[in-house]
């Protein structure tokens, strides 16, 4: 109709009607190409918030697994230090324990009761893992949709969340490799890693042999770091989570 109207307007040569024709194609394309934009625009923010709702969850299930995690570092601290307690050690870590910049109280270390001997040294084997959620990172970095988060101070907290994540994964493997280099020092007084052992064999074993004392110490060492790790992540989580929710309010 109107490529119609256009030609017999050149064939009149009203070039007044050709004007106004080609205005009306000229303005149907950019609208065209406006709504297209809009409805593109309006698909990629419904997705953008679908995945940040699954960053969202996944950083609340990151929340409890550190907990977790903490709680035993915690117990591990707590438990090194009621054993080299008992043997007289001198080397006590400070009330208020510093790692990386964040202070640790040693009143959160749990109170140890006789309930508790049997297990002690399990609990000072234990270097808890982290099973981390990133179903809604790995899509937002699969879709390429990361970009798309118009926030930047919102995409660099999730980089930098996930990157510090991975950091703690590997911190905690390296406690592992260390804890692996120490286990010929536990089998050498018959101990295994995580069954229960009566806790004046313990303390024989540790006034009897100096590495085995030296062991205790790192785990109580270790200990620490991993709650000052832990306690960070749980901090940058918590930021995170909370920026999350500020996007998505309504």
Do not use: C
């Amino acid at each position: 109709m109107i490529l119609a109207r256009i030609t017999k307007a050149l064939k009149d040569q009203n070039w007044l009607a050709v004007s106004i024709e080609f205005i009306i194609v000229i303005a149907g394309v950019v609208i065209g190409f406006q709504v297209t934009g809009w409805n593109t625009d309006r698909a990629e923010r419904v997705i953008i918030a679908q995945q940040l709702r699954e960053v969202r969850e996944d950083v609340a299930a990151d929340i409890v697994a550190l907990d977790i995690t903490r709680e035993a570092s915690l117990w591990r601290l707590a438990a090194a230090e009621y054993i080299l307690t008992g043997l007289d050690d001198s080397d006590r870590l400070p009330g208020m324990l510093l790692v990386f910049d964040i202070p640790v109280d040693r009143e959160l270390l749990p109170e140890v009761s006789p309930d508790d001997h049997p297990t002690l040294l399990a609990r000072v084997n234990l270097v808890r893992g982290i099973t981390g959620q990133r179903t809604g990172y790995e899509s937002l970095i699969n879709g390429g949709n990361l970009r798309l988060i118009e926030d930047s101070d919102l995409r660099a907290a999730i980089q930098r969340y996930y990157a510090g994540y991975a950091d703690l994964e590997s911190n905690l493997g390296i406690f592992r490799e260390i804890r692996a280099h120490a286990i010929p020092v536990l089998y050498r007084h018959g101990f295994s890693l995580f069954s229960e052992q009566d806790l004046a064999t313990v303390l024989e074993a540790g006034r009897a042999d100096p590495e085995f004392v030296a062991y205790l110490r790192t785990g109580a060492e270790l200990a620490v770091a991993q709650i000052g790790i832990t306690v960070q992540r749980q901090a940058e989580a918590r930021a995170l989570l909370d920026h999350i929710n500020a996007e998505l309010a309504p």
